[in-house]
């Protein structure tokens, strides 16, 4: 058997008629930049998450960035996340001059431990970037909580939560801002880079929607900085059609993760989710100990597997300049030393769950 690790070509030919239908309008209309279906995704987006303000852009990056912008993040400021995420996260506060503050994760759920946030809070904190991990968010509550008591915002980093739930609230509408991202191998992915943020405030969302064109205001008027960071009317076109189909993509992915759980859950250390939370499953990742041995196995029975990820981000070669070393956080270092993400998709059969469990278990 030879198992495909996202599926994305059957996703699109699932969908094909529909896609191409989408695609060739917005061809022949030749709106490649902010045509109709951009305004049309937004609107569609503000439903979805119960959110006030959907603002597409050009990728998850460039929503954190768009985010921090707008929120006036200067050089010298602080930013509280986690060292166990896409290096993006901490890379976009670091690319601003302001200064990434590790705290280390939760062992359960893998996402920043919100019980040690307080103790890292300084004069200088601007804000704390909860990353909604794997597809399920962190510790929201206290975490707003403790933004509210210090005056911070609160940026959730929901590139790979879009459509997870918290206390029966979605993803990307629990912060001062939420951001995503529509890269293909996301939960909801377009045919491209793509991103979006999602804000309940409108002065916010009008400034973001100005920074995302060069901080303009009227055409060649310009008020802030800002990038070109708007997302093309193709992809949009197609995030409508993906859009339609979404819930039932989650569904699957949620009964595939079951059924992973099931299998696995006397062998490994199987993925936790809290009670109060849905996960939209962005990766299945457990824990093995003989890391490379498992993978190069399940390689040669055609079953691909990932890491996500192998090296927490405060012990990169980028951040040496922050002055960290290993052992200051423990679990994402030991997390990072054993994670591994096996196929996830909406496509999985009920038999090629049942041969990657029966292979992976023959390696355990
Ligand atoms: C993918 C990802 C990003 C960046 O999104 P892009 O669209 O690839 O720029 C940021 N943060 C996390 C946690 C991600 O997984």
New binding site residues.
């Given amino acids: 058997m030879k198992i495909d690790f996202a599926n994305l070509t059957k996703a699109y030919l699932e969908n094909r008629k529909a896609i191409d239908r989408a695609m060739s309008n917005v061809v022949s209309s030749s709106r490649f930049i902010m045509g109709e279906e951009v305004q049309e995704l937004e609107k569609q987006l503000q439903q979805y998450t119960g959110s006030k303000h959907a603002i597409t852009c050009a990728?998850?990056?460039?929503?954190?960035i768009l985010a921090m912008m707008a929120l006036d993040i200067k050089p010298g400021d602080e930013i509280i996340t986690s060292p166990f995420?896409?290096i993006?996260?901490a890379e976009t506060i670091a690319f601003l001059g302001a200064i990434p503050v590790f705290v280390d994760i939760d062992e359960a759920t893998y996402n920043i431990d919100a019980n040690q946030i307080e103790g890292k809070i300084t004069k200088k904190t601007k804000a704390i970037m909860p990353?909604s991990?794997y597809g399920q968010v962190a510790n929201m509550d206290t975490i707003n909580n403790l933004a509210e008591k210090y005056d911070l915002a609160v940026i959730e980093?929901a590139?790979?939560s879009f459509g997870a739930t918290y206390k029966g609230k979605k993803s990307c509408n629990l912060s001062t801002i939420g951001?995503t991202?529509?890269?293909p191998a996301?939960p909801l992915g377009c045919f491209g880079?793509?991103?979006a943020l999602f804000t309940d405030n409108k002065a916010l969302s009008d400034k973001i929607k100005s920074i995302r064109v060069h901080g303009q205001t009227q055409r060649y008027i310009h008020k802030y900085i800002g990038i070109g960071g708007r997302l093309d009317t193709l992809q949009a076109a197609i995030l409508i059609e993906k859009l339609k189909h979404y819930d039932k993509d989650v569904k699957r992915r949620q009964i595939i993760a079951k059924k992973y759980d099931e299998y696995l859950t006397e062998y490994t250390t199987i993925p936790i989710i809290e009670e109060h939370n849905t996960s939209v499953w962005?990766q299945y990742s457990i824990r093995v100990k003989d890391r490379n041995n498992v993978q190069e196995k399940l390689k040669e029975k055609g079953i691909p597997t990932a890491v996500h990820y192998p090296r927490p981000l405060h012990l990169q070669e980028c951040f040496e300049y922050l002055g960290y070393k290993t052992g200051d956080f423990p679990i994402a270092e030991s997390v990072s030393d054993e994670i591994m993400s096996l196929p996830m998709n909406p496509y999985l059969t009920a038999e090629e769950i049942n041969y990657i469990a029966e292979e992976l278990k023959k390696t355990l």
């Fill in positions: 990728s998850g990056t460039d929503a954190l995420t896409f993006a996260s990353v991990l980093d590139a790979q951001c991202s529509f890269f996301k880079d793509g991103g962005a």
